[in-house]
């Protein structure tokens, strides 16, 4: 979930009027060739002013989305065409191994789609009109680079919910919170979605050895992760050395739309990187 | 328009619940704020002994320890209230942040768990009860587990005592391994059994001496009855309840909402499931057989002369009584006190028996153990009206349905509310 608007439109607000203007023509012209279009003439991508939404979503209402009953319900040929062209084609060899929650726009997930083009990931995004540019997103990546991008995927949910629902027992070996609501007031601390009690979900879904990457612009929350995950008995910190060996801490801050925007505002950002570990505690109780 | 569903009180009407202890020495049925017990064993009412006054709202959940020394009630009014049943004094007093939907014991009797609306559930150490203490004590619990704002229904302890399970109102049942030090939190998910598609009711073990580890079955508002390995989570067997029920009373009339199962009852050696549907007047026995991992209709007990629809059912270990409760909390017919009617069902013991069918019979009013007292105390007067029954039925229908059944809006209604907002803007 993305803290603050990432919409052109709003930050443009911003710009002396002089550039606004010059933005302006621009727009109209491009308005004039495209007529109406959601996507750009030129590069074939959505483009966000279509899919404008609000900055927040409550994660604690009910939700009127269909979730599957359980993760064998989950169908990849929805997902994954090129991989998996029928629904009974799905054997269960290739799953899901990285999950973006609260992908906002995708920015990570397209960096990570050819770094790791072997691997299944998926976005899950609450908002369904940013769901809709990624999901629009893919689609344009995939038709202009063949062979390319068909192991990225998203999907309207709220991972807060259900996350068990997409996800088998240590499914996963990746899973990325970048710049999650920051939930200020004490009674919304709940909302966050990184907090010691879903952590056990997470932790589930996590296979041993699985990372867990955050990192948000907001000190007050990069503490209260840093504490939720030093807190839990099934997480430890992923040491100095290999955080630096690891390409895709680099992207946290990089690849995604709301990363930029803080580098380019020279802002700072509070990165916490967990590996999730064998429950050490309870088998020492039973030995 | 949302105010109106908001303040409905219809929501807070609680059905009424009956519990027995294992060794069938108590039946304690509790409707309302109102908690009632009555001493088999002596054939005598129980007076309890609560200095802070019992509880002053209404009871959600009630519980013996398996070992029969401890109850635990807990409610509406915030409370969890653990009793001592060899004097029937309060012992401590848990205050909770929000309302209580489930109580469990662990199956040692040192710790009490309950969950809240919101999902979170807590422990209560009372490994170190001190009996001579007159005033009951108040405890401060520790949160273990969370279901994310979801209504937690029910709360269970495996058999072998290593999982605590939690189902809820989101279709969900948490199978989580409870430590040995619980205060800690419960961190390790061992499972989640998937597969309802409304909210999950009850859960029950089903467990023999050759099978120590036991199975569970979960009964939900999707009207099926569901057994499950919850050591992997994986659904052994679906038995749908909704089919035979319908059968039984077509009245032709079409239903909005499917026959919720509300309760589970099961006999020790496991080959019984007595099942409590909404709208099924009795109840229903499914067989379980544990060594193919299947459930199988058995048959119906239907309870002749009234429409006695069960909202709690419970049984002892030790004595072959199948109890049920029926009664609702507010009722509109104004009475001094709260009805509940109380009936039993002899013979719930075992389905391997050649007998079995001829032996489960619904027992009348004065065959019933304990007799007119046992139900003057429990029901709150001998006779109960007939319209009393169809207005519980109704009532306990309706709170169970605005609960744990998410509200639906129609797409305009959705898109009408919406109008005001930024982002809906840019179509026009």
């Known amino acids: ?287 | 328009m949302e105010e109106e569903s908001e303040k409905n009180p219809e929501t807070d009407v609680a059905p009424a619940l009956i519990s027995v202890h294992p060794t069938h020495k108590f039946v304690s049925v509790a409707i309302g704020s109102d908690l009632r017990v009555f001493n088999l064993q002596e054939s005598c009412v129980v007076t309890l002994t609560d200095v802070s006054g019992g509880h002053k709202d209404s009871i959600r959940a009630i519980r013996y320890s398996a070992n029969g020394q401890l109850f635990v009630s807990a409610g509406d009014d915030k409370l969890v209230k653990i009793w001592a049943t060899d004097s029937w004094r309060c012992i401590y007093s848990v205050v909770s942040e929000k309302r209580v939907s489930a109580v469990g014991i662990s199956n040692d009797g040192m710790f009490v768990c309950f969950a809240d609306k919101f999902g979170v559930v807590y422990v209560v150490d009372i490994e170190d009860h001190d009996v001579e203490d007159r005033v009951p004590v108040n405890k401060k619990a520790v949160p273990i587990l969370s279901h994310y704002c979801s209504i937690i229904t029910r709360l269970e302890f495996s058999l072998d005592g290593r999982f605590i399970i939690t189902a809820d109102r989101d279709f969900k049942i948490r199978v989580t391994v409870f430590p040995k030090n619980p205060v800690n939190g419960a961190h390790e998910i061992q499972s989640f059994c998937l597969g309802h598609t409304e909210f999950v009711s009850c859960l029950a073990f089903v467990g023999c001496q050759d099978y120590p580890r036991g199975l569970l079955v979960s009964g939900s508002g999707d009207s099926t009855v569901r057994l499950w390995d919850h050591t992997s989570g994986s659904l052994l067997d679906t038995y749908n309840c909704g089919a035979q029920a319908e059968l039984l009373h077509s009245n032709g009339k079409e239903e909005e909402i499917l026959h919720a199962v509300t309760d589970l009852c099961t006999t020790p050696d496991g080959s019984l499931v007595a099942v409590a549907i909404q709208s099924l007047p009795g109840v229903m026995l499914l067989r379980c057989n544990l060594s193919t991992r299947t459930l199988s209709f058995a048959k119906v007990i239907s309870i002749a002369g009234e429409t006695f629809i069960p909202t709690s059912i419970g049984a002892a270990s030790s004595a072959p009584v199948l109890w049920m409760v029926m009664g609702a909390s507010i009722l509109h017919i104004s009475d001094s006190v709260s009805l509940a009617r109380v009936r039993a069902i002899s013979g719930f013991t075992t389905s391997t028996s050649e007998s079995f069918d001829h032996e489960t019979s619904v027992l009348e009013d004065e065959e019933i153990p304990g007799g007119e007292s046992l139900l003057q105390t429990l029901q709150g007067k001998l006779s109960v009206g007939k319209e009393a029954f169809s207005t519980a039925a109704e009532a306990v229908k309706t709170a169970m349905r605005n609960l744990l059944i998410k509200k639906q809006y129609s797409v305009e209604r959705r898109e009408f509310r919406k109008r005001g907002r930024n982002d809906m803007k840019i179509k026009k």
């Open chain 1, 1 to 287: 979930m993305e803290t603050i608007h990432c919409d052109e439109t709003i930050s443009r607000r911003r710009c002396p009027r002089t550039v606004d203007h010059i933005h302006h023509r621009r727009k109209m012209l491009e308005h004039e060739a495209n007529a109406n279009s959601t996507h750009s003439k030129t590069t074939g991508l959505p483009r966000k002013r279509f899919y404008r939404a609000r900055a927040h979503s409550n994660p604690l209402s009910d939700s009127h989305f269909p979730v599957p009953i359980s993760p064998s319900q989950v169908d990849y040929s929805v997902h994954y065409p090129q991989l998996f062209p029928s629904p009974d084609k799905f054997d269960g060899s290739k799953r899901i191994e990285f999950a973006d929650v609260g992908c906002g726009f995708g920015g990570l997930l397209i960096s990570l789609s050819t770094m790791f083009p072997e691997t299944l990931m998926i976005g899950m995004e609450l908002r369904d009109k940013v769901t809709e540019y990624v999901k629009e997103r893919v689609v344009a990546l995939r038709s202009s680079n063949p062979g390319q991008y068909e192991n990225v995927s998203v999907v309207r949910t709220n991972s807060m919910k259900y996350i068990p629902n997409y996800f088998e027992k240590e499914q996963l070996t990746k899973m990325f919170f970048l710049f999650p609501d920051p939930h200020f007031k004490e009674k919304n601390h709940r909302r966050r979605v990184i907090n010691l009690h879903l952590l056990d979900e997470y932790a589930y879904v996590l296979r041993e050895g699985g990372i867990i990457y955050t990192i948000t612009d907001v000190e007050e929350l990069g503490v209260w992760i840093k504490s939720c995950l030093e807190g839990h008995p099934l997480f430890e910190a992923v040491t100095k050395e290999e955080l630096e060996a690891d390409a895709v801490v680099k992207l946290l801050s990089s690849a995604t739309e709301e990363g930029q925007k803080v580098a380019r505002n020279g802002g700072q950002t509070f990165q916490a990187v967990y590996r999730r570990i064998a429950p050490c505690v309870s088998n020492c109780e039973k030995h």
